[in-house]
Every structure is written in C-alpha cells, then in structure tokens.
C-alpha cells in the first residue's frame, strides 16, 4: 500500500514569489493535515481536512496562505506572497478519520526555503 | 491548548545501551502517538497508544493517561535508531506535538 505522497521534495524560492505544495493521502483516508515544522520543533497543524471540508482552518494564517482539497481526495497547500520566515518544512499526514480511526501517517515532506 | 513537554531534549547512548524518554501533557487526552523522525525527516510511525503498554520489538511504550505522561522505551540501541522521537498527544482532534528528544547512537 503507498504511502502518503507529496510533491516537490525541495522548493528553492525569492520571497513574494508564490508557491504551491500537493499532497496525495493514503488510499480511503477521509481526513487529511497539512502541518509547518521549523527547525528543531514539532510539527505544527495549519489545517485540517474531513473529505473535501476544512473543519479547522484556525491555525493557517489566511491572508498569505490558501489550502484545497476539491474532490476529497489530494490536496494543494499554496502560499502567496512568500516571506523569509516560510522557510521551513511542510508536512501531509492523513487518517481514516479524525474520531475512532485517527491514527495519523505522514509524508516525506516539502523543504521551503524562501531567499 | 495543552503543553507537552518532553525529556530529555538530547541523548547521546553507545550502540547497546537503554534508553526511557519521557512525554508530559498538560491536559487529558483521548489518545497518543509516538514517532521517529529520521535523518531524512521522514516520520514514522512509532506506538498508537492511549493507554496501557505496547511493544513491537526492541521499542516499548507506556501511557499513564490518568497521570498525563507516556514513555518511550529504547533497548539494545542501535546507530538506527538516531533521529528525533516526538510524542503527539491528542486533545479532541487535534495532536499536538512536542518538542522532541534528539537520540544519537554512537557505534
């Protein structure tokens, strides 16, 4: 079974160019995560997916940062401008669900760094 | 939100020894998991576990949830088992991670 798949690995960008991450869950998980690690923390929730219905958007800084999971199924994370300090590492993890099978897988990964 | 604390912050061990880490919370959770994060930040899935002991291999874990604490045991480590171990307590929906303890296995 594959895992949780995120495109690209490493993204090389000058601030206010606009960027987009994607992200393909587990097969049959209806509940999807995008999380920001820095450097020597844990990761960090931006925001959380049932099917296609963001149900906590709370943590994802709005007036740069947008998220999409259109069909219930992959979902784009796009920052727009960027800024020095979106340099760090965006994860995807996902669950069958977010109540009793909540068990959460993640994926390798997208290294932002913002020059 | 809850705080999660974790110890210790680093560790350094012999290919051989044992090691417990530690995670604290704050608050009561509905359920806990526990993951390596290796050298190439990849996390993976360590324990699934909101309470009682579980074992899977040389790796053991334990949540107190009455008590608000998990551990992590480590045995027989080896130069693979390096990397950041992170616990992840969750609070209705939510996990929430810690800081993590850096374990480095020297051969």
């Known amino acids: 079974e594959a895992g949780v798949v995120q495109s690209p690995r490493y993204k090389i960008i000058e601030k206010k160019q606009p960027v987009a991450f994607w992200c393909n869950p587990i097969s049959g998980h209806n509940t999807l995560y995008w999380y920001l690690q820095n450097l020597g923390q844990g990761p960090e929730l931006l925001i959380r997916y049932e099917n296609e219905e963001a149900v906590d958007d709370s943590q994802l800084p709005k007036d740069r940062f947008s998220a999409e999971r259109l069909k219930g199924v992959d979902s784009t994370l796009k920052i727009q401008p960027a800024e020095l300090g979106d340099s760090a590492v965006y994860l995807c993890a996902s669950s069958l669900d977010s109540y009793s099978y909540n068990e959460q897988f993640f994926g390798p990964g997208t290294r932002l760094t913002v020059l | 939100g809850i705080q999660v604390e974790q110890s210790p912050p680093d560790l350094i061990l012999q290919e051989g020894a044992n090691s417990t880490l530690r995670c604290n919370f704050s608050?009561?959770?509905?359920?806990l998991q526990w993951f390596h994060q290796n050298p190439w930040g990849q996390l993976i899935n360590l324990f699934y576990?909101?309470?009682g002991t579980k074992q899977n291999g040389r790796l053991s874990a334990t949540t107190v949830a009455t008590e608000r604490y998990s551990l992590l045991y480590i045995s027989s480590s080896q130069t693979t088992d390096s990397g950041v171990y992170f616990c992840a307590p969750l609070v209705g929906n939510q996990f929430y991670f810690g800081t993590g303890t850096s374990l480095t296995v020297i051969p």
């Open positions: 576990i909101p309470s």
């Open positions: 608050d009561s959770v509905n359920n």
